[in-house]
Nanobody, 116 residues
Framework: QVQLVESGGGLVQPGGSLRLSCAAS????????MGWYRQAPGKERELVAV???????NYADSVKGRFTISRDNAKKTVYLQMNSLKPEDTAVYYC??????????WGQGTQVIVSS
């Protein structure tokens, strides 16, 4: 079992910034990718950004140029710097890890609300 502790969500005005963090612990299996998904009300969960151990990244088209994913592998922590936030970025953001033999796991989620 892996524990994923997320932080950094909140309420922000359009055009503002937030930084999400997620620390992973307790896994017996190697983590080979970490990232973020989100789910807006009435919509399906979607990928926001993922980074593999090699540093390769995958971003949703809707966040390219505004969001930046980074990792501290020693701390098993992934970050999401979100700039130029828009109301349509409002969602619950879920930390994501992919592990060898186990597959995908998600955290409990942190709410991000972009509103004036």
């Amino acid at each position: 079992q892996v524990q994923l502790v997320e932080s950094g969500g909140g309420l922000v005005q359009p055009g503002g910034s937030l930084r999400l963090s997620c620390a992973a612990s307790g896994s017996r299996f190697e983590i080979n990718a970490m990232g973020w998904y989100r789910q807006a009300p009435g919509k399906e969960r979607e990928l926001v950004a993922v980074m593999s151990n090699s540093g390769s990244t995958n971003y949703a088209d809707s966040v390219k140029g505004r969001f930046t994913i980074s990792r501290d592998n020693a701390k098993k922590t992934v970050y999401l710097q979100m700039n130029s936030l828009k109301p349509e970025d409002t969602a619950v953001y879920y930390c994501y890890v992919r592990r060898t033999l186990v597959g995908s796991s998600w955290g409990q989620g942190t709410q991000v609300i972009v509103s004036s």
